[in-house]
């Protein structure tokens, strides 16, 4: 027993990074699929931790925790900037009269334009290379935190507030022109309601301005994502 739990220490960090990392933690992937991606990865790891554990009097219980802790904070940086494209695209979708379109809301997203740039960022993570960056943070994690040793080091568990603020600040900045879109429509259409009562603004401008927001989304898309990823790639990577 006293030989493989290194192994299983090393698994048991793997197998939290990969609960929460960007695409191998969304729920379109099987639970299968993960745990055998752990599984993988955990012989790496444990060469990464250098194949030995110093003797130490706590149980293993309590080591098990924290590995598994320390999986999880490696990892929530990048979960939590991923999810700045979901509050992006919500918020494009319900300012710029995209939410109602036809279609059905899936875990990824409440609304078609949500669901399509889902998968469209999911699959330029991965073109990108997001597996190679998972390895290097489980390699580089073994450095700020040695398998077998209690504490978590220097780890500031105040930092998450600040991750959060920073993932907001950016689901902003990358849905602003549809924001300020939305509301130079808004104030055109009361302008031009005061001035004539009697035309049916909502049913002309209604068509107009999904017609904008959709030419508006084809051409911004790339660029939103292409920040998106930059951002996630930024926040996850490796010390």
């Given at each position: 027993m ?22 191998f ?14 599984v ?10 250098g ?11 309590l080591l ?57 960022g ?7 290379g997001?597996?190679?960056?998972l ?23 105040e930092?998450l507030?600040?991750m ?9 900045a ?41 030419v ?20 996850a990577?490796?010390?």
């Amino acid at each position: 027993m006293a030989q493989l739990m290194p192994l299983l220490l090393a698994y048991l960090r793997v197998q939290a990074a990969v609960l929460v990392f960007p695409v191998f933690s969304e729920r379109l992937v099987p639970p299968r699929m993960r745990a055998a991606v752990a599984v993988v990865l955990a012989p790496s790891a444990f060469a990464w931790s250098g194949g030995t554990m110093q003797q130490v009097s706590e149980s293993f219980a309590l080591l098990a925790l924290r590995e598994m802790l320390v999986g999880l904070m490696i990892a929530i940086p990048a979960r939590i900037t991923a999810m700045a494209l979901h509050v992006a695209t919500s918020a494009i979708g319900a300012t710029a009269s995209l939410s109602q379109l036809i279609g059905t809301g899936t875990e990824a997203a409440p609304h078609p334009i949500g669901n399509l740039m889902h998968m469209a960022g999911l699959a330029l993570l991965m073109a990108l290379g997001l597996p190679l960056l998972l390895l290097d943070l489980i390699a580089s994690s073994y450095a700020l935190f040695p398998a077998g040793k209690l504490g978590l080091g220097d780890a500031d568990p105040e930092a998450l507030t600040g991750m959060v603020a920073q993932s907001f600040v950016l689901a902003m900045a990358l849905s602003a022109p549809f924001i300020l879109g939305g509301l130079l429509y808004q104030l055109l259409t009361g302008v031009v309601s005061r001035v004539m009562p009697t035309l049916p603004v909502v049913f002309i401008g209604a068509p107009a301005i999904i017609l904008l927001a959709l030419v508006g989304l084809s051409v911004l898309s790339p660029a939103i994502l292409a920040g998106w990823a930059n951002a996630v790639f930024g926040t996850a990577a490796p010390p």
